[in-house]
């Protein structure tokens, strides 16, 4: 149950690129409410100039959100509304906004969305993948154990997938995609969505890798990767799904070798591809911890 009296949280969704995606009840909304919480005053300032919007601003970001959550719930049970923003797109979606939505979820106090721009929705549209059933992960791990292991665990999974991703490490989480998911699974690489320098790349994994390497503006802008997703796996015969002959060579050689050459052996031992051993023996280093 909400309060009545209470103010409301808008959770407003703002341009990720074009000034003009601004809805009008978004603009009404920014205007109408005491407060904007945003993620940077600096960048959500010149948004509210471009819009002729004057309304007060405090930051909301990862650093402070914990801290600023119960000031904004305190305002809002005194009875002032406030907007949620984020820099682009829609706030808590791989951006600041989930714990003040939470606490004031918790708190009784009423939250409005007021939906428009997304980059990953606005991705998956132009994709040319399948948008029936999708999976977000957001923005993979930095390091590149633990990236590769994620992508092991979604090597299986038979919906499309849908990552952000900065631009210096594209390059290298391309090559892992390509390793882990096969060079020719299909993919699109949508860059700088809405903006002047828009693109969207469409291929093979193994071929956007290529095209990351030789062409340095693939790794400018905001990036969104859409892949898609496994083929359905035929019914297992073992535990990797041959009968366990991958495994049997697997758990010795990587006692032994490091990952990549223990997977190379593996595959000619159980006669079945490079990226389905090393696939396999990411995931037995991850359960195992083999080295």
């Not at 948004?47 to 119960?70: F, Q, W």
């Not at 633990?146 to 665990?153: E, K, M, N, P, Q």
């Amino acid at each position: 149950m909400t309060n009545e009296a209470a103010g409301r949280l808008y959770v407003v969704a703002t341009p990720i690129g074009n000034l003009g995606d601004l809805s009008a009840r978004a603009c009404e909304t920014l205007k109408s409410c005491a407060l904007i919480a945003a993620e940077d005053t600096r960048r959500t300032g010149l948004l509210l100039k471009a819009a002729g919007i004057a309304t007060p601003m405090v930051s909301l970001h990862d650093h402070n959100e914990a801290r600023r959550a119960p000031e904004l719930i305190a305002r809002l049970r005194a009875g002032a509304s406030i907007a949620l923003v984020s820099d682009a797109g829609t706030p808590a979606i791989s951006d600041p906004g989930f714990e003040l939505v939470r606490a004031c979820a918790a708190a009784g106090l009423e939250v409005i969305a007021v939906p428009g721009p997304c980059a990953l929705i606005a991705a998956l549209s132009i994709a040319a993948l399948p948008t029936d059933r999708f999976c977000f992960e957001g923005f993979l791990p930095a390091r590149g154990a633990a990236r590769r292991a994620r992508l092991a665990a979604l090597s299986t999974e038979e919906r499309t997938l849908v990552f952000y991703e900065s631009p210096h490490r594209l390059e290298e989480m391309l090559a892992d995609c390509a390793q882990c998911f096969g060079a020719e699974r299909g993919a699109a690489l949508a860059r700088e969505l809405t903006k002047l320098h828009e693109t969207l790349y469409r291929g093979p994994l193994g071929a956007l890798a290529e095209r990351a390497r030789a062409d340095a503006d693939l790794s400018r802008g905001e990036l969104v990767l859409v892949i898609a997703g496994a083929a359905a796996a035929a019914p297992a015969l073992g535990e990797d799904g041959h009968g366990g002959a991958l495994d049997r060579a697997l758990k010795p050689l990587l006692a032994q070798l490091p990952l990549k050459q223990a997977a190379q052996l593996a595959a000619q031992i159980a006669s079945v591809r490079d990226n389905e051993a090393y696939r396999r023996a990411l995931e037995l280093k991850e359960a195992y911890g083999a080295r």
